[in-house]
């Protein structure tokens, strides 16, 4: 139905509709609804009714002519301004349909049409506060009206008072009786506050009630991942899957979950997949190339990415991954020139600069390492590695030791439970040494990460400075 029906009829008729309260699906439920009896008028009925035509004829320049007329011969009739209003609105006259509005509603209290419509403007106008009111003061009116709590649901999330949002929502869920649309978007809603358990019930009841919605699989394939239930989630998103083969993105999931429960040959099989649906696809062979990175098989990632490399593709993306792999397999200056190349096809990209400054570092070129440094800070300034890489090395070298504090202070505020940042600090202090300021922190990277033997080295040389420290006081 044309939209402009669709309001004409949420003034004349009682038309409502249940709008996604996460805005990421598309109305779906459309319910007639008995319109409260309406102002009875005569003198100026012909320009009514010649109004309502015009309407439909979507001539509105025409109807707002005839809605004049008739409020010139009874200027008191609050249905004739919402029409009014109604036609002002499709001009985008919000101002003059504000006016008539607020006439309307004053002639009639009782009738939750012109706070309805005013919500419509002020939610338009982004006036979210003032839109709440109106919604709220229609909910007075009419307690039942369903349009009325769904979009107060909707505000509410826009306010980010997802509680208050998931209330209006059970309530709408009583009054309807459960429908897929209502609990798939309180599951969301539910996921958001981080209650999963109802969110999952939630969304278990979607797909009750509608067996075929993908969304619902894959809200649950996410809660499940999030939960670390990783075979439930692996157990959705293969529904997904089987229902749209040619989701790519649900692959990427499947693919990540399958590795995470070492499946390492299933998680191969989804992006070789992806690539079989778009063999240019540069993130696909990106992400198979990771999984035999983390297999020790540096060599095999270098094979995937020359394969994608092959077909013509040029992406900095795929540079830099091609790089890095080149890099594990110790071919330093074959990685340093796609890394060039990356930069030539994306200068802004902090990540080339990085990995080129730790080229350089372990080539023992300090001033081109630090420039390479300082350039990915600039273009990236949350990078956090480059922040910590460049600390530390200006930690091992005893130099620059004021700054190298600030570099790795910032790399903790961005990751503040990295055991390797920490573990930094604690050196730098160290350096300075402050050893009992190392050791506090040393401790800390350790319990982070129990397995790093330079973690427990740094701590063990912190350790005996500051007893020897200690016996000599």
Same mark, same amino acid.
């Given at each position: 139905?044309?939209?402009?029906?669709?309001?004409?009829?949420?003034?004349?008729?009682?038309?409502?509709?249940?709008?996604?309260?996460?805005?990421?699906?598309?109305?779906?439920?459309?319910?007639?609804?008995?319109?409260?009896?309406?102002?009875?008028?005569?003198?100026?009925?012909?320009?009514?009714?010649?109004?309502?035509?015009?309407?439909?004829?979507?001539?509105?320049?025409?109807?707002?002519? &005839?809605?004049?007329?008739?409020?010139?011969?009874?200027?008191?009739?609050?249905?004739?301004?919402?029409?009014?209003?109604?036609?002002?609105?499709?001009?985008?006259?919000?101002?003059?349909?504000?006016?008539?509005?607020?006439?309307?509603?004053?002639?009639?209290?009782?009738?939750?049409?012109?706070?309805?419509?005013?919500?419509?403007?002020?939610?338009?106008?982004?006036?979210?506060?003032?839109?709440?009111?109106?919604?709220?003061?229609?909910?007075?009116?009419?307690?039942?009206?369903?349009?009325?709590?769904?979009?107060?649901?909707?505000?509410?999330?826009?306010?980010?008072?997802?509680?208050?949002?998931?209330?209006?929502?059970?309530?709408?869920?009583?009054?309807?009786?459960?429908?897929?649309?209502?609990?798939?978007?309180?599951?969301?809603?539910?996921?958001?506050?981080?209650?999963?358990?109802?969110?999952?019930?939630?969304?278990?009841?979607?797909?009750?009630?509608?067996?075929?919605?993908?969304?619902?699989?894959?809200?649950?394939?996410?809660?499940?991942?999030?939960?670390?239930?990783?075979?439930?989630?692996?157990?959705?998103?293969?529904?997904?899957?089987?229902?749209?083969?040619?989701?790519?993105?649900?692959?990427?999931?499947?693919?990540?979950?399958?590795?995470?429960?070492?499946?390492?040959?299933?998680?191969?099989?989804?992006?070789?997949?992806?690539?079989?649906?778009?063999?240019?696809?540069?993130?696909?062979?990106?992400?198979?190339?990771?999984?035999?990175?983390?297999?020790?098989?540096?060599?095999?990632?270098?094979?995937?990415?020359?394969?994608?490399?092959?077909?013509?593709?040029?992406?900095?993306?795929?540079?830099?991954?091609?790089?890095?792999?080149?890099?594990?397999?110790?071919?330093?200056?074959?990685?340093?020139?796609?890394?060039?190349?990356?930069?030539?096809?994306?200068?802004?990209?902090?990540?080339?600069?990085?990995?080129?400054?730790?080229?350089?570092?372990?080539?023992?070129?300090?001033?081109?390492?630090?420039?390479?440094?300082?350039?990915?800070?600039?273009?990236?300034?949350?990078?956090?590695?480059?922040?910590?890489?460049?600390?530390?090395?200006?930690?091992?070298?005893?130099?620059?030791?004021?700054?190298?504090?600030?570099?790795?202070?910032?790399?903790?505020?961005?990751?503040?439970?990295?055991?390797?940042?920490?573990?930094?600090?604690?050196?730098?202090?160290?350096?300075?040494?402050?050893?009992?300021?190392?050791?506090?922190?040393?401790?800390?990277?350790?319990?982070?990460?129990?397995?790093?033997?330079?973690?427990?080295?740094?701590?063990?040389?912190?350790?005996?400075?500051?007893?020897?420290?200690?016996?000599? &006081?």
């Amino acid at each position: 139905m044309h939209p402009r029906k669709i309001l004409i009829l949420i003034v004349s008729a009682g038309l409502i509709f249940i709008a996604s309260a996460t805005s990421l699906y598309a109305v779906r439920n459309i319910i007639l609804e008995r319109a409260r009896p309406r102002t009875p008028f005569s003198k100026s009925l012909a320009h009514y009714t010649m109004g309502i035509i015009y309407d439909n004829e979507e001539n509105t320049s025409k109807a707002i002519e &005839e809605y004049k007329k008739a409020l010139l011969l009874e200027p008191d009739v609050s249905q004739l301004h919402t029409r009014l209003a109604l036609d002002y609105m499709f001009l985008s006259r919000a101002d003059d349909a504000e006016k008539e509005l607020k006439v309307a509603r004053n002639l009639d209290p009782k009738d939750p049409k012109p706070s309805l419509l005013l919500a419509l403007i002020y939610t338009a106008s982004n006036k979210i506060d003032q839109a709440k009111l109106e919604y709220e003061q229609a909910i007075k009116m009419d307690p039942d009206s369903i349009f009325a709590l769904s979009s107060l649901a909707d505000i509410f999330v826009l306010q980010q008072k997802l509680k208050e949002a998931s209330e209006i929502y059970e309530k709408l869920i009583e009054k309807e009786s459960a429908s897929a649309i209502l609990c798939f978007n309180l599951g969301v809603i539910y996921a958001k506050i981080g209650e999963y358990d109802k969110a999952i019930t939630n969304f278990e009841k979607a797909l009750e009630l509608e067996p075929d919605n993908n969304q619902g699989y894959i809200a649950l394939g996410v809660i499940y991942q999030v939960k670390n239930d990783l075979p439930k989630a692996v157990t959705n998103f293969e529904k997904a899957i089987a229902n749209d083969p040619t989701n790519s993105k649900l692959y990427y999931h499947l693919g990540s979950l399958y590795y995470s429960l070492s499946r390492k040959a299933d998680a191969i099989k989804q992006f070789e997949t992806i690539i079989g649906l778009d063999p240019s696809d540069v993130e696909a062979y990106i992400e198979l190339a990771d999984i035999y990175l983390k297999d020790n098989d540096p060599a095999g990632a270098v094979a995937i990415l020359e394969k994608c490399r092959s077909k013509g593709i040029e992406d900095s993306a795929l540079y830099v991954a091609l790089g890095y792999a080149l890099n594990a397999c110790g071919k330093d200056d074959e990685a340093l020139k796609y890394y060039y190349a990356a930069i030539t096809l994306k200068s802004d990209d902090a990540r080339p600069y990085f990995y080129i400054g730790m080229l350089y570092d372990k080539a023992g070129k300090r001033e081109l390492a630090v420039n390479n440094f300082r350039e990915a800070i600039k273009l990236d300034a949350n990078l956090a590695e480059a922040y910590n890489y460049m600390g530390y090395m200006f930690a091992e070298d005893g130099t620059d030791l004021d700054e190298a504090m600030a570099l790795v202070t910032k790399a903790i505020s961005l990751d503040p439970d990295n055991g390797a940042y920490i573990d930094s600090l604690g050196w730098i202090y160290f350096r300075k040494g402050m050893f009992t300021e190392a050791v506090v922190n040393l401790e800390r990277a350790a319990e982070l990460e129990p397995d790093e033997p330079v973690i427990a080295e740094h701590l063990k040389k912190a350790r005996e400075k500051m007893l020897k420290g200690l016996s000599q &006081e």
